[in-house]
């Protein structure tokens, strides 16, 4: 039996609006029945009614959490590097978000409100829903909505009437995008524009996609003058020196180097500091602080760095949001956060020991067996971590390297930011 056609949300934001919300709550009923619908929702909104419904969130009634305080919303705000962006995400997104009676929206990435702007009304309709400052606008406390589902898929959702998951929020339309850290891939936040449902418009999503884009280029900018910085700082002080040395920023971004080949980023430990350290990719060293960073003297001036070595490896992408391999039983033991697409690749190794051509993980991650360009690039970086636990032709660990995946409770929260076609069908629960 062939499946029902997924909806278009353009051609729903053409038709009348009171018809597209009719059409999207039968969509909604069928699946809170279980009975079979006419139209399938879009694969965005379908994957997080089945976490909704797995977590037990309530369709028919909203749940509020207690917002945060004034004072902590002010801490948020002065810690979070979003901050330093909000003029540029006013400039262009207030003045839309008011005219189209909408309003901007900034969250942290726990989904908390850190700043609002935009039509006065369509604030205090916004209140009278919970979506305050300070409020919880995660997917597990309010439903399927631009800010929650942005966070957990890390790309521009756009929700709209029924598609919200939980029917009190179904007068509303909302397009979020998530704002990342560009010097480590942390999610940072996301940007939000929301409204009355009679003012959705698709185009609505590229307009917040580029926003966010245009944020995290700001940040990019600014770390590129950060570096510079350090540099000037750095330069004399690695003139004087004998032997290898770098100057890193505080995520491991090379300022400058000394007697040896030059690398974009180190491998760092969350807990630096001054004195003798063993790092992954350089062995052990002297780390010493600078205005801005650190420089790293390496103990063997005439050597070369130790290779990683490890009798166990363990893949935890038992978070939806957060994700580590740990490299056990060598010189030291390290942990190392992830990037989503390095997540991605290193479940695909982890559940396939014979190996994998890049041929193979381009299927895999792509659905498409000539995208290798992408995969070879992505795992050039994770072995300068990994060095010679990740060989190639295929790409595989090494057989006598124990490798252990910790895997989420269920199965829908395997990366559910991933759009691998392998990585899909293991949240669905077939074999990846």
Same mark, same amino acid.
């Given at each position: 039996?062939? =499946?029902?056609?997924?909806?278009?949300?353009?051609?729903?934001?053409?038709?009348?609006?009171?018809?597209?919300?009719?059409?999207?709550?039968?969509?909604?009923? =069928?699946?809170?029945?279980?009975? $079979?619908?006419?139209?399938?929702? *879009?694969?965005?909104?379908?994957?997080?009614?089945?976490?909704?419904?797995?977590?037990?969130?309530?369709?028919?009634?909203?749940?509020?959490?207690?917002?945060?305080?004034? +004072?902590?919303?002010?801490?948020?705000?002065?810690?979070?590097?979003?901050?330093? %962006?909000?003029?540029?995400? $006013?400039?262009?997104?207030?003045?839309?978000?008011d005219a189209a009676q909408h309003i901007m929206v900034v969250c942290d990435a726990d989904g908390r409100v850190?700043?609002? +702007?935009?039509?006065?009304?369509?604030?205090?309709?916004?209140?009278?829903?919970?979506?305050?400052?300070?409020?919880?606008?995660?997917?597990?406390?309010?439903?399927?909505?631009?800010?929650?589902?942005?966070?957990?898929?890390?790309?521009?959702?756009?929700?709209?009437?029924?598609?919200?998951?939980?029917?009190?929020?179904?007068?509303?339309?909302?397009?979020?995008?998530?704002?990342?850290?560009?010097?480590?891939?942390? #999610? #940072?936040?996301?940007?939000?524009?929301?409204?009355?449902?009679?003012?959705? @418009?698709?185009?609505?999503?590229?307009?917040?996609?580029?926003?966010?884009?245009?944020? +995290?280029?700001?940040?990019?900018?600014?770390?590129?003058?950060?570096?510079?910085?350090?540099?000037?700082?750095?330069?004399?002080? #690695?003139? $004087?020196?004998?032997?290898?040395?770098?100057?890193?920023?505080? @995520?491991?971004?090379?300022?400058? %180097?000394?007697?040896?080949?030059?690398?974009?980023?180190?491998? #760092?430990?969350?807990?630096?500091?001054?004195?003798?350290?063993?790092?992954?990719?350089? !062995?052990?060293?002297?780390?010493?602080?600078?205005?801005?960073?650190?420089?790293? *003297?390496?103990?063997?001036?005439?050597?070369?760095?130790?290779?990683?070595?490890?009798? *166990?490896?363990?893949?935890?992408?038992?978070?939806?949001?957060?994700?580590?391999?740990?490299?056990?039983?060598?010189? *030291?033991?390290?942990? @190392?956060?992830?990037?989503?697409?390095?997540?991605?690749?290193?479940?695909?190794?982890?559940?396939?020991?014979?190996?994998?051509?890049?041929?193979?993980?381009?299927?895999?991650?792509?659905?498409?067996?000539?995208?290798?360009?992408?995969?070879?690039?992505?795992?050039?970086?994770?072995?300068?971590?990994?060095? !010679?636990?990740?060989? @190639?032709?295929?790409?595989?660990?090494?057989?006598?390297?124990?490798?252990?995946?910790?895997?989420?409770?269920?199965?829908?929260?395997?990366?559910?930011?991933?759009?691998?076609?392998?990585?899909?069908?293991?949240?669905?629960?077939?074999?990846?």
């Amino acid at each position: 039996m062939n =499946a029902p056609p997924t909806i278009d949300l353009a051609r729903i934001s053409a038709m009348d609006q009171a018809q597209a919300a009719r059409l999207l709550k039968g969509v909604r009923d =069928a699946a809170l029945s279980g009975r $079979r619908p006419h139209l399938l929702p *879009r694969p965005v909104i379908g994957d997080s009614w089945g976490r909704m419904l797995l977590g037990g969130v309530d369709p028919d009634h909203d749940v509020r959490a207690r917002p945060l305080g004034e +004072e902590e919303v002010a801490e948020r705000r002065r810690a979070s590097p979003l901050a330093d %962006v909000l003029p540029d995400l $006013r400039d262009i997104l207030v003045s839309v978000a008011d005219a189209a009676q909408h309003i901007m929206v900034v969250c942290d990435a726990d989904g908390r409100v850190l700043w609002r +702007e935009g039509s006065a009304a369509v604030l205090r309709r916004a209140d009278a829903l919970g979506f305050e400052l300070g409020a919880d606008w995660s997917e597990g406390v309010v439903g399927t909505n631009g800010v929650g589902t942005s966070l957990v898929v890390r790309r521009p959702v756009q929700v709209f009437s029924a598609e919200h998951f939980v029917q009190t929020h179904h007068a509303w339309t909302c397009t979020g995008a998530p704002v990342t850290d560009p010097r480590d891939g942390r #999610l #940072l936040g996301v940007v939000d524009v929301s409204g009355p449902l009679q003012t959705v @418009h698709p185009a609505m999503v590229a307009l917040v996609d580029s926003v966010a884009k245009l944020a +995290e280029a700001r940040l990019r900018d600014r770390h590129v003058t950060a570096l510079d910085r350090l540099r000037a700082v750095a330069a004399p002080v #690695l003139a $004087r020196l004998d032997g290898r040395a770098c100057a890193v920023d505080a @995520h491991g971004w090379t300022a400058a %180097v000394t007697g040896m080949p030059p690398v974009d980023r180190l491998a #760092l430990p969350k807990s630096l500091a001054a004195g003798r350290t063993w790092l992954p990719s350089l !062995g052990p060293c002297l780390v010493e602080p600078l205005p801005g960073g650190w420089l790293l *003297r390496l103990d063997d001036p005439g050597g070369t760095p130790q290779p990683v070595t490890a009798t *166990r490896l363990v893949l935890d992408v038992s978070s939806p949001r957060r994700w580590t391999l740990s490299v056990l039983g060598g010189a *030291r033991d390290w942990t @190392h956060d992830l990037s989503p697409r390095h997540a991605e690749l290193l479940y695909l190794l982890c559940t396939s020991r014979a190996g994998r051509t890049a041929s193979d993980l381009a299927e895999d991650m792509f659905g498409d067996p000539a995208r290798t360009v992408t995969v070879r690039a992505e795992l050039s970086r994770v072995r300068r971590y990994l060095g !010679g636990l990740l060989a @190639h032709r295929p790409y595989r660990f090494p057989e006598d390297v124990d490798v252990d995946v910790i895997m989420p409770e269920r199965s829908a929260d395997l990366l559910p930011h991933s759009t691998a076609p392998t990585v899909r069908a293991a949240r669905q629960g077939a074999e990846p």
